[in-house]
């Protein structure tokens, strides 16, 4: 097995591993970060509905231009923010927080705690 497969087994088991106690609700849908070696991308989940309520990343029309040229902790946080943004208008409030795999560290923890800082509670 190469090595990187192996490292996407390891990535996948611990997405199953952490969200087997995560469920999104209506009341308190899901905010799910994905991130790629230059692009960060968050969404807002119903898994009841399976539906997704809300989604922005550093390739949305309104975050891009702001992200061009800054370092991508910086564009997680404006990804964060933006994100905070969409759910309070649609009225969504509480949200539970998937890191997606990640560790809770450098862009994941940016994009978390500008979310926070914006008005999301999770």
């Known amino acids: 097995m190469t090595q990187e497969k192996d490292k996407q087994?390891?990535?996948?088991?611990?997405?199953r591993r952490?969200?087997?106690g995560l469920h999104g609700t209506a009341e308190r849908p899901?905010?799910?970060?994905?991130?790629?070696?230059?692009?960060i991308y968050a969404q807002v989940i119903n898994d009841d509905?399976?539906?997704?309520?809300?989604?922005?990343?550093?390739?949305?029309k309104d975050v891009k231009s702001t992200v061009a040229e800054a370092k991508k902790t910086d564009a997680a946080?404006?990804?964060g923010q933006a994100i905070a943004k969409v759910c309070l208008d649609k009225g969504i409030k509480k949200?539970?927080?998937?890191?997606?795999?990640?560790k809770y560290?450098?862009?994941?923890?940016?994009?978390?705690?500008?979310?926070?800082?914006a008005g999301l509670d999770f």
Not at 9 to 15: C, F, V, Y
């Open 77 to 79: 946080k404006k990804v």
């Open 49 to 60: 509905t399976g539906s997704t309520l809300a989604v922005v990343s550093t390739l949305s």
């Open 30 to 39: 899901r905010l799910s970060v994905y991130r790629s070696s230059i692009h």
């Open 9 to 15: 087994n390891r990535r996948d088991r611990r997405i």
């Open 95 to 102: 949200v539970v927080f998937d890191r997606g795999g990640y």
């Open 18 to 20: 952490t969200r087997a």
């Open 105 to 117: 560290h450098g862009r994941v923890s940016a994009l978390a705690n500008a979310a926070r800082e």
